[in-house]
């Protein structure tokens, strides 16, 4: 009886993992062809940002294989879409919403995510290369300035009520 209950929830399980695959978000293939990368300052710069930045924060995805099994599909596609939608290197001639707070996300470990590490230990940078990268991208921003969001609007005071 137990095992007759373990086939069916095994089979259960397979048959869920199967039709999950056909849900139609994941990779994105073809891939999106890049706009205009930026003007950047030195090839240094490019290459610690495609060492540790690209994969979601650019058009030049490298999606491993198990971005091909869903859920892990969905999560990586998440994250993918969510990071290009603050900072895109392959669409500098869009808006990158995202760039103002990067020194503290780098410096304080917020990027590249935690998770992201294990599986891409080229993306692990030394301090000095973490610098090496914020101060070329400073220097990249400075010489070749994305579309910015417009400044922080104030916050609207209660109190002064307009008297016209
Ligand atoms: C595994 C995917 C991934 C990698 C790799 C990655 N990021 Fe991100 N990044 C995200 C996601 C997702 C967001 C949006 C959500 C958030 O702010 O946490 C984001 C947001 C950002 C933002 C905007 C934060 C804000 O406050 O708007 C900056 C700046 C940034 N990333 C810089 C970088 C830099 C620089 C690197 C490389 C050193 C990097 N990221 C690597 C996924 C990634």
Not at 92 to 111: A, F, H, N, T
Not at 126 to 154: V, W
Request: aromatic share 10%; with cysteine.
């Amino acid at each position: 009886m137990r095992r007759k209950y373990l086939a069916w929830s095994l089979a259960i399980v397979g048959a869920l993992v199967a039709l999950i695959q056909f849900v139609p978000y994941g990779r994105i293939d073809p891939p999106e062809p890049a706009r205009r990368e930026p003007g950047w300052d030195s090839p240094q710069t490019r290459a610690l940002a495609q060492r540790a930045c690209f994969d979601c924060h650019s058009n030049q995805t490298v999606w491993p294989w198990y971005a091909l099994i869903a859920p892990a599909s969905w999560l990586i596609r998440h994250d993918v879409d969510d990071g290009r939608g603050h900072v895109n290197f392959s669409n500098w001639d869009r808006l990158q919403r995202g760039l103002r707070g990067v020194r503290g996300d780098v410096m304080e470990g917020r990027m590249p995510p935690w998770y992201y590490l294990p599986l891409h230990p080229q993306a692990r940078l030394t301090p000095a290369e973490k610098e090496a990268l914020l101060q070329g991208l400073a220097a990249t921003i400075a010489k070749d300035t994305p579309p910015q969001p417009p400044p922080r609007q104030r916050a609207a005071n209660p109190e002064r009520k307009s008297t016209e």
